[in-house]
């Protein structure tokens, strides 16, 4: 069976997230995407695990479904018809590590996905001897990241552990501050427990692939929500039976028959992608960086080093390279994006969403909208300017500024258009 999984969301419960973030709403969502199955995140809160356990049940499969159905008062997603089996929970939730390592504070983040409450709980007693799982729904924990491992691999053996968004400089196992050079130099050696690494936002699978030493690892993609509209931005398309042994298996194997595609951003969208200095609005590529030697022209402060300039420095590839037998990805571009620059209006204006759920309630979800549906269907209920902005995503013809030190990069689809190209648009 095919379909979409996001393992890797927050709740209302973590900083600089939306009131939104409950699971009634995060399953309407879902379905919306296209996800089949979706992560609850968070589960180290105690607030947040107690709602899992309230709204939630047991799927049979390693999976967790709403025990029944409550009204939403929003205009939009009250008009979307939704069962209990629409949409499934796989428990999930990020942990920030923040230790000392070899004479160097780490900042690490790792993902954990279980298949059983019983096996959240024991985790959730030992970390919150050592640290304050109330405060934020992605706790800090001042704990190694290879000492737990080794605790969830000793409490839990059926979880996964995977780094996450592991080239952002800030809080990833290859950051530019804070990180390490290899996936060996954190977790020593029970490196052959760990499966998968998230690309994260301001990566994709080709930059990861230029590192041979990742070669063992499989590439997953997930959106990292802060808010519900968010969710599936980047995900992972499987193909096996529904239930978490065959996602989990699926990972560890690492088989393009099974897992069939990640979605991801365009990779440049990313805040992180590029090197810069938000503050001076100076945004450069790894060369200019070097050129003038980390340091921003107008402030004289160091310049935060991006993902780009990481894989630059670890590669011993050539860009472009691809081994044998990887995953594929697709880059996407979220659809109310799309709309909105067809518009000339913000992703996030009542214009755009009215088109959206228009294209939603005809052809069923998000993903397939951007990567199914036949274009000129799509053009009988969107109209020329919107089908021609998925088209161009499709074809990858979009030009972006780079994002840079938590500065998103932007999308322009239509800025390549001819003055013959707007005449005809006149013309529909």
């Not at 690494?197 to 930059?207: I, K």
């Not at 030697?293 to 080093?305: A, F, H, M, S």
Request: with cysteine.
């Amino acid at each position: 069976m095919k379909f979409i999984v996001d393992f890797h969301i927050h709740s209302k419960f973590s900083r600089a997230t939306s009131k939104d973030m409950n699971l009634d709403v995060l399953a309407r969502w879902a379905k919306i995407k296209g996800i089949k199955v979706l992560g609850t995140g968070d589960f180290t809160h105690p607030e947040w695990l107690f709602l899992i356990k309230e709204r939630l049940t047991e799927a049979g499969n390693g999976f967790y479904q709403l025990k029944d159905l409550r009204k939403i008062n929003n205009e939009y997603l009250s008009n979307i018809s939704f069962s209990l089996d629409d949409v499934f929970f796989i428990l999930s939730s990020e942990i920030s590590f923040i230790y000392s390592k070899k004479d160097k504070v780490r900042k690490v983040h790792l993902i954990i996905i279980a298949p059983d409450l019983k096996y959240v709980e024991k985790l959730n007693k030992k970390l919150s001897g050592i640290g304050n799982l109330n405060a934020d729904g992605r706790p800090i924990i001042g704990m190694d990241a290879k000492d737990f491992l080794k605790m969830s691999l000793e409490e839990c053996p059926d979880c996964l552990v995977i780094p996450a968004h592991v080239w952002t400089p800030w809080f990833s196992l290859f950051g530019a501050n804070s990180g390490f050079d290899s996936v060996e130099e954190c977790f020593e050696e029970l490196t052959p427990y760990i499966y998968a690494l998230e690309t994260g936002l301001s990566s994709d699978p080709a930059m990861n692939w230029r590192l041979s030493s990742l070669d063992r690892y499989t590439l997953v993609s997930n959106s990292d929500a802060h808010s519900p509209s968010k969710i599936g931005r980047e995900a992972n398309v499987f193909d096996t039976d529904l239930s978490y042994n065959g996602i989990i298996e699926a990972i560890k194997e690492g088989n393009p028959s099974k897992f069939l595609y990640t979605i991801e951003f365009f990779p440049e969208e990313g805040k992180y992608h590029y090197d810069g200095h938000r503050n001076c609005g100076v945004v450069f590529s790894p060369k200019q960086t070097i050129e003038n030697n980390y340091i921003c022209p107008k402030c004289g402060q160091r310049l935060t080093v991006g993902v780009m300039h990481r894989i630059e420095l670890l590669s011993d590839r050539n860009e472009g390279e691809k081994p044998p037998g990887k995953i594929p990805f697709k880059n996407l571009i979220p659809l109310n994006e799309i709309i909105g620059e067809a518009l000339g209006k913000t992703a996030e204006s009542k214009i755009v969403w009215d088109n959206y759920f228009k294209l939603i309630n005809n052809f069923g979800n998000e993903h397939t909208v951007l990567t199914e549906i036949p274009l000129d269907e799509i053009e009988k209920i969107a109209g020329s300017k919107i089908t021609l902005g998925i088209e161009r995503m499709r074809k990858g013809e979009v030009k972006i500024t780079p994002g840079y030190d938590g500065v998103y990069g932007k999308i322009s689809i239509f800025e390549r258009e001819t003055e013959a190209e707007q005449k005809q648009l006149k013309l529909f």
